[in-house]
């Protein structure tokens, strides 16, 4: 393979990637928090044609990818008022989540099917842009892709350095204790399903406004749910996340680069199978090796509290 070609496939493998990324650390903050969404599908559907629509609508894709934040953090508000308020539990309230967002989407996205928009531009430093190999592998990528590494840098600080972090952490392993020093569980974790909404609903934006510039129904194909499977594989640490996207997103578009290549024999079904094989084979791995016991679950994580009056 020639060098432009390799770097050719590593940008592709670039913008597969990022989706994954921002829904998992979304979702990684918010079961740090204790709290376990499996809406991540929903809300990156509803960001994704909510962006859309309004980029298409304003004729300016920053509007939409702002716009696509906000609807990802009002599906998670939703799962928040059920799980945190009324202590529904949380694996159906996200399974439901999910489904509704599948139909919801479907609903608002009916008259934007077939229709073109502008993909987001890409960076353009004069001079840097136009080296070879180099510049469109490190300059060649839209805000997205740059904000995607920069939230993984402030997912990793704010963990780790911050006192906000540490009181998120403090909730997820404990949520008894953190109450009982005077700390409010429920809004920390309100904020944290916000925080992981936005960013579903950036991932969910990104599909449509930039990875495939479109919109057509359940366009995220189970993205949503590889996402959640990086956050286990990554033990919940935004570093291993960073690692887990990237090496997802290489298996997607290694199948279809495999398709392309006529398959090698193997049916395309098998082929498009590929990434999602994937994610149970390293899940299995984890679940089954080793590991288990190093995983550093939230200890907390999807049991519901009811503050003490």
């Not at 159906?92 to 599948?102: E, P, R």
């Not at 997802?248 to 090698?264: E, K």
């Not at 999602?276 to 016991?293: R, S």
Request: with cysteine; net charge neutral; aromatic share 8%.
């Amino acid at each position: 393979m020639s060098a432009e070609a390799s770097v050719l496939v590593l940008l592709t493998i670039i913008s597969a990637a990022t989706p994954l990324l921002f829904a998992a650390l979304g979702e990684l903050v918010v079961e740090k928090s204790g709290v376990l969404n499996l809406g991540v599908e929903g809300m990156m559907l509803a960001g994704a044609v909510t962006g859309f629509a309004v980029a298409v609508t304003t004729g300016s894709g920053t509007l939409g990818v702002i716009a696509g934040a906000l609807a990802g953090s009002a599906m998670a508000l939703i799962f928040g008022l059920l799980t945190l308020t009324l202590a529904a539990n949380q694996v159906a309230t996200g399974l439901a989540l999910t489904i509704f967002g599948i139909g919801l989407s479907a609903l608002l996205g009916a008259g934007f099917v077939g229709v073109p928009v502008t993909p987001l531009p890409k960076l353009d430093l004069p001079g840097l842009s136009d080296l070879p190999l180099v510049g469109p592998l490190f300059f060649g990528h839209d805000a997205l892709v740059y904000l995607s590494i920069l939230a993984t840098l402030g997912v990793a600080w704010f963990l780790r350095r911050s006192r906000g972090g540490m009181i998120l952490r403090a909730v997820g392993e404990s949520d008894i204790a953190a109450h009982s020093i005077g700390y409010d569980v429920i809004a920390v974790r309100y904020r944290a399903v916000l925080f992981g909404g936005a960013m579903s609903g950036l991932g969910g934006a990104y599909l449509s406004l930039s990875y495939t510039p479109m919109w057509a129904e359940e366009m995220t194909a189970g993205r949503g749910w590889i996402a959640l499977a990086l956050v286990v594989f990554a033990s919940w640490r935004p570093w291993r996340l960073l690692l887990g996207a990237y090496l997802f997103g290489g298996v997607t578009i290694l199948q279809l680069y495999a398709q392309g290549a006529g398959g090698f024999g193997i049916p395309a079904q098998v082929m498009s199978m590929l990434p999602y094989l994937a994610t149970i084979l390293v899940l299995t791995v984890i679940a089954a090796g080793p590991w288990k016991g190093r995983l550093d679950a939230p200890a907390c994580l999807g049991k519901p509290f009811r503050p003490s009056t």
